[in-house]
Every structure is written in structure tokens, then in C-alpha cells.
T-cell receptor, first 114, second 111 residues
Framework: NAGVTQTPKFQVLKTGQSMTLQCAQD?????MSWYRQDPGMGLRLIHY???????DQGEVPNGYNVSRSTTEDFPLRLLSAAPSQTSVYFC?????????????FGSGTRLTVV | AQTVTQSQPEMSVQEAETVTLSCTYD???????LFWYKQPPSRQMILVIR??????QNATENRFSVNFQKAAKSFSLKISDSQLGDAAMYFC????????FGQGTILTVHP
């Protein structure tokens, strides 16, 4: 099925560990983005990409790295996990940043840092 | 910073009744789109309805419609004939090249 695939769905990390959240889409979308959702808050933008080789920071980029080597993939790297990064992470993609046809979201990754 | 305000943290409605969720936003952009997303307990983000800012006509999708007031920067969602399956968190989300979310409104539907 066409869509956005996020892996893993759940992850527990120890403080200081690093890991990569994977995001892949098969809709040939140029725009991809990462959000985090904390309890009682809306989704906040971490990083985004308007095409292969192009990335930029969102509202809450500290502690995260991204790269976009292909149109399909947009991994999010946690460099040194902290308890403050405990959250649900969503990847979203669209034909363009404006989202003319809407954005498609992955099913999310629940990350717990202990 | 471009802000999105959903002033109703929680709303409730009786099944088959109508409910309106409010949203205001702040932007200096002239070209943008506006969305309402639904997030049920499964946490999946589901697109409910979209509105092009350059269109004066309000968007409708079956039981869902919006009241878009561009000058007032207001974008409310009306759900008619509410169903139990409408119970979820609803997010207002304008896009000016990046999608920005409000804090959400939890909608409860009573049978």
C-alpha cells in the first residue's frame, strides 16, 4: 500500500544512546518532515526537507540530525538521547511544502528515554 | 512565529447533533492552505478537510464543513450529525510551506 512507513513503532533507549528513526514513502513526494508530539501539545516540527539533498530546521531541532540522500527516505537521528526526547514521533510527506493535496503521515514511533 | 490557537481544549456533543471547533491563526503569508486533522486513540493522523486560502468558498466533505474567514484569520470546523466514530483529538493546521499545528481539541461524542 502506498504511504509513509515509519520504523520502529516503539523504542526504549537509555540516556546517552543514539538511534535512527526510519521514514520511507513511495508516493514520490518531494517534501518530507519530522514532528514530535508531547502530551497536551500539538505536533511540533523538528526538521524538514524539500527534496533530496536539501534539509532545514524546524521549531525544535536541537538534539536531532537528518539527511535526505534519496527522495524516498528521510531518517531522523538522535545523537545522544535525553529523557526530554521521550515523545511520539511522526513523519509526514507531501508533494510540496504547501501541501496542496494534503500531507500523509506515518503511524508514529513512541520513544521512551530512561 | 506563526501561531495557531485552538481555544477549546475539550468539547462534547450528543450523537446526531452538530458541533463546531474553533481555530484562529496568525500569518502574513498570502498563499497558504488550511487543514483539519483527526487523531483517534490509534494515534494515526487522518486528514478531515482542506481549504485553499485563495478560495472564498468554504470547503465541505460529507458531514464536515469549515467556516473560513480570511480577514479574521479564523478557520472553524463544523461536524454535523455527529457519530461515535468522530470522537478523537482534532488539530487545526495551516500550511505556509510548512505544516503548523494548534494544540488540539478533544472531542467526546455521547450516545
Amino acid at each position: 500500500n502506498a504511504g509513509v512507513t515509519q520504523t520502529p513503532k516503539f523504542q526504549v533507549l537509555k540516556t546517552g544512546q543514539s538511534m535512527t528513526l526510519q521514514c520511507a514513502q513511495d508516493m514520490n513526494h518531494e517534501y518530507m518532515s519530522w514532528y514530535r508530539q508531547d502530551p497536551g501539545m500539538g505536533l511540533r516540527l523538528i526538521h524538514y526537507s524539500v527534496g533530496a539533498g536539501i534539509t532545514d530546521q524546524g521549531e525544535v531541532p536541537n538534539g536531532y540530525n537528518v539527511s535526505r540522500s534519496t527522495t524516498e527516505d528521510f531518517p531522523l537521528r538522535l545523537l545522544s538521547a535525553a529523557p526530554s526526547q521521550t515523545s511520539v514521533y511522526f513523519c509526514a510527506s507531501s508533494y510540496s511544502g504547501l501541501g496542496v493535496y494534503g500531507y500523509t503521515f506515518g503511524s508514529g514511533t513512541r520513544l521512551t528515554v530512561v | 512565529a506563526q501561531t495557531v490557537t485552538q481555544s477549546q481544549p475539550e468539547m462534547s456533543v450528543q450523537e446526531a447533533e452538530t458541533v463546531t471547533l474553533s481555530c484562529t491563526y496568525d500569518t502574513s503569508e498570502s498563499d497558504y492552505y488550511l487543514f483539519w486533522y483527526k487523531q483517534p486513540p490509534s494515534r494515526q493522523m487522518i486528514l478531515v478537510i482542506r481549504q485553499e486560502a485563495y478560495k472564498q468558498q468554504n470547503a465541505t466533505e460529507n458531514r464536515f464543513s469549515v467556516n473560513f474567514q480570511k480577514a479574521a484569520k479564523s478557520f472553524s470546523l463544523k461536524i454535523s450529525d455527529s457519530q461515535l466514530g468522530d470522537a478523537a483529538m482534532y488539530f487545526c493546521a495551516p500550511s505556509y510551506g510548512k505544516l503548523t499545528f494548534g494544540q488540539g481539541t478533544i472531542l467526546t461524542v455521547h450516545p
